[in-house]
Structures are given as C-alpha cells and as structure tokens.
C-alpha cells in the first residue's frame, strides 16, 4: 500500500518553480488592472503651517479621443505652495496641503504635448478634482544653433509651452511641442534673440539656426546692495565685492551695470524682504536673467520666505533646511558639489564649496545645475540622496536661476574650488 503526504503549499510551489513536475505548464502573467480601477500617488509640496488647513488638489491625466488614463507624466504645481510629482504606473496623482489660491499647472509626458492648466482656483479645505486631456505631440524637432561657424552651447529652444537646452555642440531635441505653425525662439545671454516661424507635422530637423553676438559688454547689477548680511555692520556689496570686482577686469565681455535699471543680469541675495514680484517677472519675460541665492534656513536676518515669495511663480524653492555630506566628520559644514555636466556653466568648473547651503526645491520644469549627489542629506529632514542646491527655468525670453548658498561666494570662499567661475558663467549665460 503506498501512503501520500500532503506537501505544504510552500513546498508545494518550490517543486512546481523548479521545474518537477505537474500537472502542465504554468505561465505567470502580470495581473491586470481592472477597468475603472484608479492607481494615485501622492506629489511633494512644500511644508508649511500656512497649508494646514489648506485644500487638495486631485490630478487624472486621459488622452484626447478615447479617454485612456496615462501613467509617465511629470508635473509642475505654481502657486502659494509650490507642487512638483512625477507618476509611472500610476494614474493620477494628489497635491496637498496646499495654501488656498490660484495654481497653474504643468504637466509633460514623453509623446504629448506640454500641457498648461493656468485656470486653477483651490479654496480653504476644497478637495479639487482635476483631469487633464492630452494630445499627441507634434514632434519632436532636432537643429543646430550656430554663432560664427561656433556651436553655441546652453541656448534656451523654446516653441509653446516646450523648451530645452542646447548641448556643447550646439544641437538640441526638443519634445513636448504643438502640431501646427508656430513660432520657434532661441535665447541666450550675449546673443540677439532668434525667432523663427516653423509648421510642426511630426518629427523633423530643423538643420542649422545661426545667431549673432550682441554689441558691447553683459552687464550685471545687485539688487539689494545696502543690505545687512551676516550681521556685524556687513551688507551684500562689502561681501561680495571680490566677486563684483571680477567684473572690472579687461576681456571676459562682463561688466558691472551703471544701475539696476540697464543690467542684463540682476543678482538678489539673501534678501529679507521681498522685491516687487511684478517687477521681477516683466525683467526676466523681456529677456533678462535673475539670480537668486539663499542660505540655510538660520543664518542671520535672512528670511526664506521672501526669496520663496519671488521664486515660486517660477517654480523653484529654497527650504529653510541645511545640507550635509554623508560620512564627512571633519569641516561638516563645507559642501562639495557637482555641476550639471551639461550646461556651459560647467565650463573650467570641477565643483562648487557651498558653505552651509540649503537645497533648492526645483519644479519638474526646471534644470538642476547644482547638486551633492547621492551621499548628501537635509538635516532633520529624513531625506537622504541627491539634493539640488542650485537650478534654474526660463521664463519668457529669461532665465530664473536660484542657488541654496550665498557664503561661497562671499570674502576668500569665492576662491575655493570652482565658486569664482561658475558664477562668472552664470553671469554669461
């Protein structure tokens, strides 16, 4: 008489994966999602006591036509509270707390158009449910900007609400564009602006687009030179002035501005009052370039707030945080940071000493241009990895950029590592 014993079912599915054998084949398949069935994620807002009794802000993302749900998506919440989240399986995803107010909302997903929801109005404790429709794109589009047979390296592509960089040898892809005719638009600092009209009906090269040099010197301006930094009777001109008197010196095409009104560039720092927000944003829409630092979340009579109050209609944030590097148990508080190989502000820059920054909260619209990579952390903040601590968006014709540290490039810390050149870059760009 032969006796079976019943095998556990943990046995029981060992033998079958390993390949003895039963009753047929087994096929595993992934298991579907069924209609109807919504898969969320939650975005990251900026933390603030302001939100809590703030409202929420539901996104589901279809395609025109059919109504399909689409996962892959980047968003770029604008408003009181800034909003940055991107999805990959999931469907839909969910911005809050959010300060009550008007929001724009941006989101980018590969072979859609760049999609601007501007009409966005959340009250105290509204739970606002929003979809978004999305059409194919028309693109994408591929050229070349030139400039005297040269390649002109980090020139803003813009067409609609979709823009990219150029890479070190001039050429560019840019996605997320409209099908139809528009209008094509190339800046860059120390160039004439390029506008060209093009029709968009799939993917196509738009072969060489020349530009030409601007007459006479880019200049830069402080916009609040008069004030207090750091206490102890120093304002931002005393401290900065090494790095301004970069701008005297013969050969570079950079100059100091006669006054903020003829400045190409604006240089706000630590400031601990808000500039007019209206006048900032006409200055960079008509072309011109906004730079603005912060520090670490206790330093001085710096107020976070007020840089946030101006940045955030850009989409970029600095947090009232300090960064650290894992591991470094000596002179903690200098930060060793990359820069984005990509853009020209990488240019004879190995890396940045930041002294005791804080990171930047950027938008998934804007660039990076800074960051500690993966060993850095914002202390009291459970977060640990790549923290940005300088980026940067267009924004009409201009460019916003914001960096977490103003000490780098204060006194004798403007000459440690690449401070000195990545800021004169920046100037150029």
Not at 183 to 197: E, I, N, P, S, Y
Not at 246 to 262: H, M
Not at 395 to 404: N, P, R, S
Request: with cysteine; glycine share 14%.
């Amino acid at each position: 008489m032969t006796t079976f014993r019943q095998l556990s079912p943990l046995m029981a599915s060992v033998l079958l994966l390993t390949g003895c054998p039963g009753p047929g084949a087994v096929k595993l398949e992934p298991i579907p999602r069924p209609p109807g069935v919504v898969a969320r994620v939650d975005g990251e807002v900026e933390q603030t006591a302001l939100a809590l009794n703030g409202g929420q802000l539901l996104v589901s993302l279809v395609k025109a036509g059919t109504g399909e749900r689409i996962s892959n998506a980047t968003f770029s919440l604008v408003g009181p509270t800034l909003g940055t989240g991107t999805i990959r399986q999931a469907t839909d995803i969910a911005f809050g707390p959010l300060i009550p107010g008007a929001y724009q909302l941006r989101v980018s997903a590969p072979g859609y158009k760049t999609q601007v929801d501007g009409n966005i109005t959340l009250e105290a404790k509204q739970t606002l449910e929003r979809t978004i429709t999305l059409v194919p794109e028309g693109g994408p589009l591929t050229g070349t900007v030139m400039a005297g047979g040269q390649p002109v390296w980090g020139a803003r592509v813009i067409l609609g609400d979709a823009w990219t960089f150029t890479g070190q040898d001039g050429s560019f892809s840019l996605s997320g564009a409209p099908s139809g005719a528009g209008t094509l638009k190339v800046r860059k600092g120390g160039f004439q602006k390029l506008d060209q009209a093009v029709t968009v009906d799939g993917a196509a090269s738009l072969g060489t687009l020349s530009l030409s040099a601007q007459g006479g010197d880019r200049t830069v301006a402080l916009v609040n030179p008069t004030d207090s930094f750091g206490g102890s009777g120093k304002t931002v001109s005393s401290e900065l002035s090494g790095l301004m008197a970069e701008l005297d010196k013969p050969g570079d095409r950079l100059a100091r501005a006669s006054n903020l009104g003829t400045a190409h560039v604006r240089l706000l720092v630590s400031p601990r009052t808000t500039p007019d927000v209206g006048a900032m944003q006409t200055f960079v829409s008509g072309g011109g370039t906004l730079i603005v630092t912060g520090e670490w979340g206790g330093f001085g009579e710096y107020d976070p707030e007020a840089v946030n109050r101006l940045t955030r209609p850009f989409g970029l944030a600095v947090r009232p945080d300090l960064v650290r590097i894992s591991g470094r148990t000596t002179q903690s508080e200098w930060i060793s940071a990359g820069v984005n190989p990509v853009l020209p502000l990488s240019r004879d820059v190995s890396s940045l000493a930041l002294y005791t920054g804080a990171s930047v909260m950027a938008s998934p619209m804007a660039t990076a241009i800074a960051s500690t990579g993966a060993s850095g952390y914002r202390v009291q903040a459970l977060n640990v990895g790549d923290q940005t601590l300088a980026a940067a968006v267009p924004y009409g014709d201009g460019l916003v950029v914001l960096i977490g540290d103003t000490s780098a490039w204060t006194g004798s810390h403007v000459s440690q590592a690449g401070n000195r050149q990545f800021m004169l870059n920046l100037f150029g760009w």
